[in-house]
DNA sequence: TCAAAAGTGTTTAAAGTACACCCATGA
DNA sequence: TCATGGGTGTACTTTAAACACTTTTGA
């Protein structure tokens, strides 16, 4: 076993692929989008990047990821995961690990925190949103990465519920259906899609309604029993003692 | 965004859950198994962990698992997949991100390996083979690494074709089915086991036959089409270019 | 009253489960 | 010849997909 070796040199970073709809009008479906900051220096100078930062000794890497998404975003993010850790030996001049995370943020929440956020005095002037089927030219290995992030998602929103990690506290299915779509990227049966959550018992009806355009639709809120993703005998927390 | 942390005094290594089944007796059905190393120093000091190592300034992550592997056990893996990056702050009294990968090995390729290995003069004393459902006293947070390893496996076991990764290039649809009941963890019917995994596509019948006591059984061989695992959009060798 | 989305019902296909039964071999 | 696992057939249940249809609202 090595000991010893050049691990004086290798430093570790934190990103951040936080996600969230954004529907453009009324009449269209909602779009994926994510938020990417500029860099101002070398290496990479003027690409976008993932928000994020270097990890500090004192805190665990979602703690990191947490923090570095609010000082360089303002964005505090309702679901948060561990997506992958990357290390290639070439993916940047020098020697960093990138232990990224995903997050998901439901669209109101994003507004809300901005607003906060500029209020307290941040202007984020290198910071711009991007559609993910748009997306500029990006630093280091992030298309990479974003793309893994994107196929975690579509992935794991078979298997469990983090679509609502897009959604208010209440919501029409409607809307559901609408982030699922978004996901998913393609359309699903209103009939089969109603059925199909009501079964799986994630939802709870709430006695309000959405009284827009037509006739009002039922809101419906989490069943805060079901767990938002599965993240096997991890805890939501990964700063438990072992 | 914080440019400077203490992010000197982070050292990263990397850890492998190595799995295999054994076979006690020809009668019972195969465990799973895994390699520990026993501490031989502070802190935890004579229990027992995942073999592993420091990370090398000039390798990549999944390198260096393979490295440190191969040099505390002499093992070589068919499958080797990302596990997770823990960081929790007091996983350990120095401050160390471990990225652990997990992986698979037939059972006569460890026998074959590690004849090779001890042929070569390593007497690895303080490798210990152990049932994962009678594990020893484990350092730092091994244990829950170990279980969230196991929990991944059954979980992939259900969408891709990793039991393979336990099994040697021909084998019995028996010995396919012992090998998802001992990741299961439950009886599996021998004829619908046998109709879904020849609808699958995944296997090649051969001519051969395994003529062990009572009626031979057909040999098959896998479709080296179809991947071992689903890693989305991520290379199976993660040091590939940006 | 009409367009459009909310919500219900029904039919068909596919996939999974249970289990009875025949086949081929070594002892 | 018989016990045993290899291998096939079939009926049943569950799940998903397709789509016709009714209800309720705003304009």
Redesign the pocket.
């Known amino acids: 076993m090595t000991k010893t070796g050049n691990e004086d040199s290798i430093r570790v970073a934190v990103s951040a692929v936080t996600l969230t709809l954004r529907r453009e009008s009324e009449e269209e479906s909602p779009h994926i989008v994510l938020p990417l900051v500029r860099r101002t220096r070398e290496p990479h100078l003027g690409d976008w990047a993932l928000p994020g930062g270097w990890l500090d000794a004192q805190e665990g890497l979602e703690e990191a990821a947490s923090r570095t998404l609010a000082e360089t975003t303002g964005l505090a993010p309702s679901y948060l995961e561990q997506l992958y850790a990357f290390g290639a030996v070439d993916r940047s001049p020098t020697r960093t690990i990138s232990v990224v995370y995903w997050a998901l943020l439901p669209s109101d929440a994003v507004d809300r925190q901005i607003a906060a956020y500029r209020a307290a005095g941040h202007a984020p002037e290198n910071v711009q949103w991007f559609e993910v089927a748009d997306l500029p030219p990006l630093a280091f290995d992030h298309a990479q990465i974003i793309h893994y992030a994107l196929w975690r998602l579509r992935n794991k929103v078979g298997y469990s519920r983090v679509a609502h990690g897009f959604l208010p506290p209440e919501f029409?299915?409607?809307e559901l259906r609408d982030a699922y779509e978004a996901i998913l990227q393609r359309r699903l049966?209103?009939?089969?899609f109603?059925?199909?959550v009501?079964?799986s018992g994630t939802l709870i009806p709430t006695d309000r309604?959405r009284?827009?355009?037509?006739?009002?639709?039922?809101l419906y809120r989490y069943n805060t029993d079901v767990e938002l993703a599965d993240r096997g005998p991890l805890a939501p927390e990964e700063t438990r003692t072992p």
């Open positions: 029409t299915l409607a049966d209103p009939a089969n109603r059925r199909q009501e079964a309604f009284t827009g355009s037509h006739r009002p639709a039922r």
